[in-house]
């Protein structure tokens, strides 16, 4: 074995340690003690509080009055810095608070996240009761509407080995059928938007348009998550809406 590999297994195992540590924090989505990041990540415990200390010198982690750990105001700072770097970002935060504005809807950006879906920017519309996902949160492909937009184009085989098969378990305990959700995932293909009901929330409609960067896959779509009630006009005037959006933040060719 090389010196360099020898030399560079112990730095790789403390970056491995700070990723870890920072996804933990980000899917605990509050603070959380040095004995429960010890739990979550499985690193001992000198090394997690030297982690820690070298993080919060770098303004990555705060360290609350009651000892409890949480991010710093420099992952604020990255965040905001990389929406702004973002062309895809920048482009569609305008369209979407005028979509928010117009309807009085929330209206998300939404991609995928490894084998999960997350929300990637949010606007909050003026109805009291709304029915969204929170930026950041990971979940299953098969429980969104989206998840049936980014998936057109992709083989059975490579869908079934990017979702894991606990995925396909909704909430209530209900398995989606496999046959079928590749069958809505070619409608919607072809028809070009998606709309799902009652998957997580019984009382949630939702619907999704994809946003393409080039000739392949959808690289986002731009949703709304609307009551069940809503009558079909409504429905019609919304998609209308979402898809004429859609398509003007897509791109038929690469130009980064």
């Known amino acids: 074995m090389s010196r360099s590999s020898t030399t560079s297994t112990p730095r790789a195992r ?15 989505r509050q603070p959380m003690t ?6 979550a990540t499985g690193a001992p415990r000198s090394s997690v509080y030297e982690l820690v200390n070298l993080l919060s010198e770098a303004g990555w982690l705060e360290t609350e009055s009651d000892g409890r750990i949480f991010f710093g105001r420099a992952m604020h700072y990255f965040g905001l810095d990389y929406a702004d770097h973002n062309d895809l ?18 209206t998300q950006l939404c991609m995928l996240d490894g084998d999960k879906y997350t929300v990637m920017l949010n606007e909050n519309g003026a109805r009291p009761f ?29 869908m079934l080995g990017l979702i894991p098969e606990e995925d396909f378990v909704l909430p209530s305990g209900e398995r989606i059928d ?28 939702c619907m999704a348009a994809p946003i393409h ?20 006009a409504r429905r019609d005037t919304l998609l209308t809406a979402l ?14």
Not at 14 to 28: F, K, P
Not at 34 to 39: D, Q, S, V
């Open 178 to 205: 496999i046959d079928g959700f590749i069958a809505e995932i070619e409608s919607t293909r072809r028809r070009g938007y998606a709309l799902t009901e009652g998957l997580v929330d019984s009382f949630a409609c």
């Open 130 to 158: 709304r029915i969204s996902s929170e930026v950041g949160v990971k979940v299953p492909i098969p429980w969104t509407a989206s998840g049936r937009v980014l998936l057109g184009g992709m083989s059975r085989e490579a």
């Open 89 to 106: 970002l920048r482009r569609a935060r305008p369209v979407m608070r005028q979509l928010s504005a117009r309807f009085d809807e929330t």
């Open 213 to 232: 960067e080039g000739a392949g896959p959808a690289q986002a779509t731009l949703c709304f998550t609307i009551g069940r009630d809503a009558d079909e």
């Open 243 to 256: 898809r004429e959006a859609s398509r003007s933040l897509s791109r038929e060719t690469d130009t980064r």
């Open 34 to 39: 040095p004995k429960e990041l010890m739990a």
């Open 14 to 28: 403390g970056i491995d340690r700070v990723i870890s540590l920072c996804e933990q924090l980000h899917l605990h």
